[in-house]
């Protein structure tokens, strides 16, 4: 990758870039964006995502060239925020905007967990959350083997999500309906009024990237940004299903495996995407 690659994208006249709006013992917030921000998305990020000051938030460059203000949380420990900390921040993130602005918390996986989780106390509108997880505590989710290493260093699980989640906002979980822990997470979830699913079929615990392996990162982006509704975004994710090698790998295997007749209709799509994998591997079952 190149210098210029590397570089942060220019920001638009007038913004602020990377200003420290919360700094606790477990959690940072930055800010970027215009002094008077109509619209704010309050990015969380997966459990592996770096504390490191000099590192720019997740997501922070691809909001950045796209003109969405942003504050990046940026998390010590990895404990889905099990700490009551947590709502201070989310309460210092809206009042350094004040009532104005409307806010957007986003994340994926333990971010997803964390949008859903602080969307009340900040008083965001909307909590768009991807493959989020219900608990990682084995007791209470026995299916969940993924993050044994971090419930082992977690003292214990405080927060319970039904005593955060209401009916005065709009929570949407984009979730991979095959993925059986994923699947299992997003079905122990409370289910408030305003309450809807995106479903990302095939995308695995991978659906960003799906997304824009299909080519449908700008649909995702005008979602984040409130542009296009929840049915909006199915629709694009379904239209650019064809494109992403995730997708037609995870149906495809799905169809062949119970020999439905629907199998060959991706058997021709690997051919006219020159998905070499697939083919090699399905070739047997049409010679």
């Not at 870039?17 to 704010?40: C, N």
């Not at 977690?154 to 906002?169: A, F, I, T, V, Y």
């Not at 199915?234 to 062949?256: D, I, P, S, T």
């Amino acid at each position: 990758m190149g210098e210029a690659e590397m570089q942060s994208p220019a920001l638009p006249d007038g913004w602020v870039s990377r200003v420290t709006i919360y700094d606790g013992p477990r959690l940072r917030l930055e800010y970027t964006g215009p002094a008077d921000p109509a619209r704010v998305l309050v990015a969380f990020p997966p459990f592996d995502y770096p504390f490191h000051v000099d590192q720019g938030g997740w997501g922070a460059k691809s909001f950045s060239k796209r003109g969405i203000a942003h504050v990046c949380v940026f998390h010590r420990d990895e404990d889905w925020h099990q700490h009551a900390g947590f709502f201070d921040a989310m309460r210092a993130c809206r009042a350094y905007f004040g009532a104005a602005p409307d806010l957007t918390a986003y994340g994926f996986s333990m971010g997803g967990y964390g949008a859903l989780l602080g969307a009340q106390a900040m008083d965001a509108s909307r909590a768009i959350a991807l493959s989020p997880q219900s608990s990682i505590d084995p007791n209470v989710v026995g299916f969940e083997r993924r993050y044994h290493e971090q419930w082992g260093k977690m003292n214990g699980w405080c927060h319970d999500l039904r005593e955060h989640l209401d009916d005065e906002r709009l929570y949407v979980v984009m979730v991979d309906p095959l993925h059986g822990q994923d699947k299992k997470h997003e079905a122990r979830l409370p289910k408030p009024a305003h309450y809807s699913r995106v479903l990302l079929h095939g995308a695995g615990h991978a659906g960003i990237q799906t997304i824009v392996d299909m080519g449908q990162s700008a649909a995702l982006f005008d979602f984040l940004r409130g542009d296009i509704t929840p049915r909006g975004m199915r629709r694009a994710y379904r239209k650019g299903r064809r494109e992403a090698f995730r997708y037609v790998r995870k149906m495809g295997n799905l169809l062949h495996q119970r020999q439905r007749p629907a199998a060959r209709m991706f058997y021709v799509i690997a051919q006219e995407k020159g998905f070499g994998r697939l083919l090699k591997k399905w070739n047997p079952l049409y010679e």
